[in-house]
């Protein structure tokens, strides 16, 4: 059924004429935001009478609704039924498209993260990059929305993605092939010694369910860990509750997180729960400047409540809660409610979560260049040196690095958060002991 512009305007002004009969406060507000919503209706109906050609009224009202939460911060949308669809997928696990978050830095659409193994990952897309266009159409001014919409198409289908990237003399080109994006959200791999390293990619609906079933299991086989290291780097976030459940499952007790909405006097406080808590072995987690979201409420309630020590780099700081709303007919509204804050009581929004431990990137290269030491000849190299009598022989087979360990501790920042992890072992041992005396 084709609206007319009296329907138009006359179901706009139903909602407020009801609020006239409740009080009259609500009675005042709603006969001037009436008169606002009058001057809608003319615009709407000038443009249906007069403009040079005849345009669909759902394609103004639904240009209105996003001019309207233009106005407001980047993560309030409205999102279309084909969108929102795709926004509901996400989470599950599985969908189509490249596989890339995107944010706005600096009134720019910014690669929050590519998704590791995803079409964009592979195509060499990193976080950082700035989308300069799509499929040759300049990204000025474009909401996040928009920029979904641009990049829809089929499975199989190639995109056009011109990216500026710090180094770049001038914007280059990605051709990226759309396909299905299965998200692995944690990867596992073992350190040795009964050290582990965690990669949790996002926080989706299977993140809790996987990290506890990959803990149990070693749990039983091995016993507790010594120690974790847990990477967030470039983790955009994804579904608070996840955040919420992996948080409770180390602490006792303590408050997780708290947001709080427009009235600062209603909060909400998430706390922990004793039953099931994993302790009594140390945790680094690893971050850095596109840790985000669900990722900083995880990393600020392990920080404030002593649990775990943060290594990196200070993290993105979107610290603001989004409810999604469904709106009946396949659409539904992105909106900003409320914002998150540590147990400290960190305001988390636009600031982020700062490390204990400040290490920055080091490119792989360089780390290794760095790290090159010269031969020099010891004792043991000597010809018929005499063998330490103490030392056990050592099967060389058995003790060789795995490729998948070696090849992780040429990250700079993940070398460092293991070495750290190591040394705290040390470290409480001199506390349980004390440390020995030193003879003058």
Do not use: C
Request: glycine share 8%; net charge positive; hydrophobic share 35%.
């Amino acid at each position: 059924m084709r609206l007319t512009v009296k329907k138009i305007s006359l179901l706009l002004a139903l909602g407020f004429f009801i609020s006239l009969l409740t009080s009259p406060s609500l009675r005042a507000f709603a006969e001037e935001k009436y008169k606002e919503l009058q001057i809608f209706a003319k615009v709407l109906n000038l443009i249906q009478k007069y403009y040079v050609v005849e345009v669909d009224p759902k394609k103004l009202i639904d240009g209105g609704i996003k001019g309207m939460l233009a106005e407001l911060d980047p993560h309030t949308n409205y999102l279309p039924p084909d969108i929102y669809k795709e926004f509901k997928d996400e989470t599950s696990g599985e969908f189509g498209g490249i596989g890339i978050e995107i944010g706005v830095q600096d009134e720019a659409l910014t690669i929050v993260s590519p998704i590791e193994d995803a079409p964009a990952f592979k195509a060499g897309i990193k976080a950082g990059d700035k989308i300069t266009s799509i499929n040759g159409e300049s990204t000025k001014g474009w909401s996040l929305v928009e920029a979904a919409q641009k990049m829809k198409g089929k499975d199989g289908e190639v995109i056009h993605i011109g990216i500026m990237r710090k180094g770049f003399v001038k914007s280059k080109t990605f051709d990226i092939r759309r396909g299905r994006v299965r998200l692995k959200s944690v990867k596992v791999v073992d350190l040795g010694d009964g050290y582990t390293y965690v990669r949790i990619t996002s926080f989706i609906e299977s993140t809790y369910a996987d990290f506890e079933k990959f803990i149990q299991t070693k749990i039983k086989t091995q016993g507790l860990p010594k120690g974790l290291v847990i990477d967030l780097r470039n983790n955009p976030g994804g579904l608070f509750d996840q955040a919420v459940k992996l948080s409770d499952l180390f602490l006792s007790s303590g408050t997780i997180v708290t947001t709080r909405g427009r009235n600062h006097k209603e909060e909400e406080v998430t706390v922990a729960k004793k039953e099931g808590t994993l302790e009594n072995f140390p945790i680094i987690i690893v971050v850095n400047e596109y840790t985000a979201s669900a990722s900083e409420i995880f990393s600020g309630a392990m920080q404030d409540n002593g649990r775990a020590l943060i290594l990196g780099q200070k993290t993105f700081g979107k610290g603001s809660v989004q409810s999604v709303i469904d709106l009946g007919d396949g659409s539904g509204l992105k909106m900003t409610i409320a914002r998150y804050y540590t147990p400290s009581g960190h305001e988390i929004q636009a600031d982020g979560i700062k490390p204990d431990l400040l290490v920055d990137d080091v490119d792989t290269d360089a780390f290794e260049k760095a790290i090159k030491k010269k031969t020099v000849r010891r004792e043991a190299d000597m010809k018929n040196h005499l063998e330490n009598s103490n030392k056990p022989k050592v099967n060389t087979a058995e003790t060789g690095m795995p490729n998948s360990k070696k090849e992780l501790l040429r990250d700079f920042q993940i070398a460092q958060a293991y070495n750290y992890l190591r040394a705290s072992k040390v470290f409480h041992k001199i506390n349980e002991t004390g440390a020995p005396s030193i003879k003058q």
